[in-house]
T-cell receptor, first 111, second 117 residues
Framework: LAKITQPISMDSYEGQEVNITCSHN???????ITWYQQFPSQGPRFIIQ???TKVTNEVASLFIPADRKSSTLSLPRVSLSDTAVYYC????????????FGAGTRLFVKA | GAVVSQHPSWVICKSGTSVKIECRSL??????MFWYRQFPKQSLMLMAT?????????EQGVEKDKFLINHASLTLSTLTVTSAHPEDSSFYIC?????????????FGPGTRLTVL
């Protein structure tokens, strides 16, 4: 399984763009990169997933360089409600894939 | 999107009793479901992988006789915490993988807060 490293915590202000970088040096060829968001006492919520280059959806963008050894989750114009823990996960989505969570990044958005 | 439910959302029980937690995929079939445990201020810890119609695969250090998992149908998996003790108090979360979707995305339930007195 790929070893995941991401910052333990980050602070930001409302309206700013937040970028959270995740390091996964030993990512395998079949591995995808997935980000989840979790609020206290709730289950994780899927944010975005990608394999390479850039992926964008209605809530975030995911930037993956050519070597795929890292990825960056970009949250545009965060609000107070974006205060949560963000988990970067790397895993093979073929048979037998299981999701192992790292420590996550605790994002705190201030007014 | 796909919805996963858990029941109950919270439960308080006496030490020594058993508690069953249900995990249901409401609008899709899930051949694989996962059970996690999360202690305060910590990340989710995978306990076991539940496959429909077969025995669950437990992670190292998780007692299979204490945490009984049954995945009897494509939409339901249950976790039974047997002879619960205060140290079993935790937030239990299940997830289900939708095999019908392209990227095998996992959908998480809302969690069950177990408090053992």
């Amino acid at each position: 399984l790929a070893k995941i490293t991401q910052p333990i915590s980050m602070d930001s202000y409302e309206g700013q763009e937040v970028n959270i970088t995740c390091s996964h040096n030993n990512i395998a060829t079949n591995d995808y990169i997935t980000w989840y968001q979790q609020f206290p006492s709730q289950g994780p919520r899927f944010i975005i997933q990608g394999y390479k280059t850039k992926v964008t959806n209605e809530v975030a963008s995911l930037f993956i360089p050519a070597d795929r050894k890292s990825s960056t989750l970009s949250l545009p114009r965060v609000s107070l409600s974006d205060t949560a823990v963000y988990y970067c996960l790397v895993g093979d989505h073929t048979g037998g894939f299981k999701t192992i969570f790292g420590a996550g990044t605790r994002l705190f958005v201030k007014a | 999107g796909a919805v996963v439910s858990q029941h109950p959302s919270w439960v308080i029980c006496k030490s020594g009793t058993s508690v069953k937690i249900e995990c249901r995929s409401l609008d899709f079939q899930a051949t694989t479901m996962f059970w996690y445990r999360q202690f305060p201020k910590q990340s989710l810890m995978l306990m076991a992988t539940s496959n429909e119609g077969s025995k669950a695969t437990y992670e190292q250090g998780v007692e299979k006789d204490k945490f009984l998992i049954n995945h009897a149908s494509l939409t339901l998996s249950t976790l039974t915490v047997t002879s619960a003790h205060p140290e079993d108090s935790s937030f239990y979360i299940c997830s289900a993988r939708s095999t019908g979707k392209g990227n095998n995305e996992q959908f998480f339930g809302p969690g069950t807060r177990l408090t053992v007195l």
